[in-house]
């Protein structure tokens, strides 16, 4: 009688050896490109993501700026004033004259009756905008804006808020 190899177990027809260990290696392979392949997807991501936040709060902080150096022109403590806009270079920075307006109306607290309408005022925004977020001074206050819509940011400075 013959004596068998132990390994003649994993021979197959006509002693030929199974292809486990090319197939282990390629999917080994595989997985570490697929695995490395979504970090680098989503990393990106998360990475464009913090880079807009930051040139958005920038902006946001700058906007603030802008109010408390316009309050100090616009109540004779200076004659001029310079702000740089922050943000990101390839953001575009605007001052749109129309944007948005006020209106002043007199109503009877009682009734709601319009007693008098004092008119219409143009607000006048200064805007900067990066891809899909807008933040803007305007009516004395910061505005931020994003696809999940506009949100006030800052109030008045100080410089003003004091002041009637």
Same mark, same amino acid.
């Given at each position: 009688?013959?004596?068998?190899?132990?390994?003649?177990?994993?021979?197959?027809?006509?002693?030929?050896?199974?292809?486990?260990?090319?197939?282990?290696?390629?999917?080994?392979?595989?997985?570490?490109?697929?695995?490395?392949?979504? *970090? @680098?997807?989503?990393?990106?991501?998360?990475?464009?993501?913090?880079?807009?936040? +930051? /040139? !958005? $709060? #920038?902006? =946001?902080?700058?906007?603030?700026?802008?109010?408390?150096?316009?309050?100090?022109?616009?109540?004779?403590?200076?004659?001029?004033?310079?702000?740089?806009?922050?943000?990101?270079?390839?953001?575009?920075? *605007? @001052?749109?004259?129309?944007?948005?307006?006020?209106?002043?109306?007199?109503?009877? +607290? /009682? !009734? $709601? #009756?319009? =007693?008098?309408?004092?008119?219409?005022?143009?607000?006048?925004?200064?805007?900067?905008?990066?891809?899909?977020?807008?933040?803007?001074?305007?009516?004395?206050?910061?505005?931020?804006?994003?696809?999940?819509?506009?949100?006030?940011?800052?109030?008045?400075?100080?410089?003003?808020?004091?002041?009637?």
């Amino acid at each position: 009688m013959a004596s068998r190899c132990p390994h003649d177990a994993f021979r197959g027809p006509r002693g030929r050896r199974a292809q486990g260990d090319v197939i282990g290696i390629v999917l080994l392979l595989a997985i570490t490109v697929i695995g490395a392949g979504t *970090v @680098v997807a989503f990393g990106g991501d998360a990475i464009d993501g913090i880079r807009e936040s +930051a /040139t !958005t $709060g #920038a902006a =946001e902080q700058s906007m603030t700026q802008f109010d408390s150096k316009a309050s100090l022109v616009a109540h004779g403590e200076s004659d001029t004033q310079r702000v740089r806009l922050a943000g990101a270079a390839d953001g575009e920075r *605007v @001052v749109d004259a129309d944007a948005g307006w006020m209106n002043l109306t007199v109503r009877n +607290a /009682t !009734t $709601g #009756a319009v =007693e008098e309408e004092l008119g219409n005022v143009t607000l006048g925004a200064v805007v900067y905008r990066d891809g899909d977020a807008s933040v803007a001074y305007q009516g004395g206050g910061v505005w931020r804006q994003s696809a999940d819509g506009a949100r006030w940011c800052r109030r008045r400075s100080s410089t003003t808020a004091g002041r009637r």
